[in-house]
């Protein structure tokens, strides 16, 4: 049971929570699901234990597979340590082994247990009542893998915007696929009662529809891959006497890191019955103002989007908190992935590795967030110090 005061940021600290701990489902339990691709014969070491191994590893800061493996020699002394795992053997597996198993594992199989994993989780730590579900939904290319000639390096990502966990990853060739693949993807994952949110190359009426169909409901920006929309919402709101059609209005002021930043957003549902889009119910104009308090330096720009959510559901303030933070998929995922883990770096190529790493890397950054971890490098420590309490994590404890 994890009971240690973690250190997250300068000035501050968090306990992870041991009620948390308590009634997050074990991982271990969900890994154990998946079938092993490799023949009986010869068969070494439990897959479950491998990928249990893994999720220890890279919690606590292994970020390849190399890496895993020198991570578990080091801990030979710390007695059941590899049999907690799973293991049934008193020694683990190699470099070389790690990347034949983990490459033959399917990518699809694996995400699909993973999801499961995730949706567990947000089932037993539901949002506040009245607070709205939001997932957002954004692609994300293995450049490192790419350039090496592996296929499906383009990755279709949708992320818990309360939680900041994945709860869903879809492999496809590139860019190019990512909006033909999107409906298939939004089928596999739980959108009913939740809202979509997506950047503007996703604003399509094809995934409206398909979001509507599932019975959830979207937020998207709009720009100009979608022109007379676009020039619809630029007319209403810059009309003479557009405030008779502004229904509410919602006003941010940040301040900190040296800018000062505000975000006016405003709503109208005077366009409901006039611009064919599935589910519509209201549309909104975001004016963004960012000053750089050092030089004076003043930085404007205006968004438009659209939503499915009626007023009485989510008012101009919502919406605002909304599009805001869609961007946690780039922050709180997209990033930490890149810059923490080096994915943009990462050459793997052989059979389904990169997705399955990939897929490793979302898992190890929901496990540290459930855990209360702001500062993912912190976290690494933290366990890395602690290997039976990374043990306990995934519920191998």
Not at 46 to 53: E, N, R, S, T, V
Not at 59 to 85: C, S, T, Y
Not at 134 to 160: C, E, F, M
Request: net charge neutral.
């Amino acid at each position: 049971m994890v009971s240690s005061t973690l250190e997250t940021r300068e000035g501050s600290s968090i306990k992870p929570a041991q009620v948390v701990e308590q009634v997050i489902p074990p991982l271990k339990d969900y890994l154990a699901e998946l079938d092993d691709p490799r023949q009986a014969k010869g068969i070494r070491h439990p897959l479950p234990a491998i990928l249990c191994l893994c999720g220890v590893a890279m919690i606590a800061g292994a970020k390849n597979p190399e890496a895993i493996a020198d991570w578990w020699r080091v801990r030979q002394d710390l007695g059941p340590f590899l049999q907690l795992l799973g293991f049934t053997r008193d020694y683990g597996p190699s470099k070389s082994t790690l990347y034949r198993v983990l490459g033959l594992v399917s990518p699809a199989a694996f995400e699909a247990v993973l999801s499961r994993w995730t949706e567990a989780v947000l089932a037993v730590l539901p949002p506040p009542s009245g607070e709205l579900e939001a997932i957002n939904l954004d692609g994300k290319t293995l450049r490192g893998s790419k350039k090496q000639g592996a296929p499906n390096t383009h990755l279709l990502s949708a992320l818990s915007q309360r939680l900041g966990i994945t709860i869903g990853q879809m492999a496809v060739e590139d860019k190019t696929n990512e909006i033909g693949a999107m409906s298939a993807f939004l089928t596999n994952l739980v959108i009913t009662g939740r809202v979509i949110t997506t950047d503007a190359f996703h604003t399509q009426t094809a995934m409206s529809q398909t979001v509507v169909d599932l019975g959830g409901d979207y937020v998207m920006i709009v720009k100009d891959n979608q022109p007379t929309l676009r020039a619809d919402l630029e007319t209403l709101f810059a009309e003479p006497g557009a405030a008779e059609f502004i229904d509410d209005h919602a006003l941010k002021v940040n301040k900190g890191h040296g800018r000062l930043e505000s975000r006016c957003l405003k709503t109208s549902t005077a366009l409901n019955d006039f611009i064919i889009w599935p589910g519509v119910q209201q549309v909104f104009r975001l004016d963004r103002q960012t000053v750089i308090q050092k030089t004076g330096v003043v930085r404007e720009d205006t968004v438009y989007g659209l939503t499915s959510l009626t007023p009485d559901r989510a008012n101009s303030d919502q919406l605002l908190a909304l599009v805001r933070g869609h961007w946690n998929i780039e922050n709180r995922s997209h990033w930490v992935r890149d810059v923490t883990f080096g994915e943009d770096g990462s050459q793997v190529r052989t059979g389904h590795l990169p997705q399955i790493m990939a897929a490793l890397r979302n898992c190890t950054i929901g496990l540290l967030r459930l855990h209360g971890v702001n500062s993912i490098p912190k976290g690494f420590n933290f366990f890395a110090a602690r290997p039976y309490e990374a043990l306990s994590a995934i519920g191998c404890g």
